[in-house]
C-alpha cells in the first residue's frame, strides 16, 4: 500500500489500522500499452488508497478513495466518494441527485483532483465497482470500525 502524504478530514488510512488485510485485497487497475494504438491521455497504472470516517458515532457509510500512481505517490491523481448502500439511505434534503453520486461514485468536491480524474472515476465505475467490491467495501468499513472501537476502549484502572 502507497504511503499517504494528504489525508482527508475526519478520515483514517484503511491501510494504516488494518495493512495486512490492505495489502492482501487491494484492487490496482493496471493500463497497458496497446501495441499500435496512441493513448488519449498521460495516464499510467494506479493503486487507491481508501480512507474511512474515523467518527464511530457517524453512520456515514461511505468510503473516500484516492486514485495515486505507483511511481508518484505525492501526488493525488482523483479523490472518489463512494457508498455501498441503497441510494435511499444517502437521501438528502438540500440535493437530490447526491444519492445517486454517491452510489455510483463521484469525485470528491473537497479534495484534490487532477486532470485524469474524470477518466479515474469513469474507470473506478466501469471496471472496480461491481457487486463484490462494494461487499468488501461494506465489510472493512465494519472490520475499521471494529477495530477503532477496540484501540479506543480503555480498561478502567484498578
Given at each position: ?52 470516517c ?51 461514485g ?24 461491481d ?28
Amino acid at each position: 500500500m502507497p504511503k499517504q502524504s494528504r489525508f482527508i478530514r475526519g478520515t483514517i488510512p484503511f491501510h494504516s489500522v488494518l495493512p495486512e488485510i490492505a495489502q492482501r485485497e487491494v484492487r490496482c487497475v493496471h493500463l497497458q500499452a496497446v501495441p499500435g494504438v496512441t493513448p488519449s491521455s498521460g495516464l499510467s497504472a494506479g493503486e487507491h488508497a481508501w480512507f474511512y470516517c474515523e467518527d464511530l458515532e457517524c453512520d456515514c457509510r461511505r468510503v473516500f478513495l484516492q486514485v495515486i500512481a505507483r511511481h508518484r505517490q505525492d501526488k493525488v491523481l482523483a479523490s472518489i466518494n463512494c457508498g455501498w448502500e441503497k441510494e435511499s439511505f444517502y437521501r438528502m434534503s438540500w440535493d437530490s441527485d447526491a444519492p445517486r453520486q454517491i452510489v455510483r461514485g463521484s469525485l470528491d468536491p473537497i479534495n484534490q483532483q487532477s486532470e485524469h480524474a474524470e477518466e479515474l472515476l469513469e474507470l473506478f465505475q466501469r471496471h472496480v465497482l461491481d457487486a463484490a467490491y462494494r461487499l468488501r467495501l461494506r465489510r472493512h468499513h465494519q472490520l475499521f470500525r471494529d477495530e477503532l472501537r477496540r484501540r479506543r476502549h480503555v480498561e478502567p484502572s484498578k
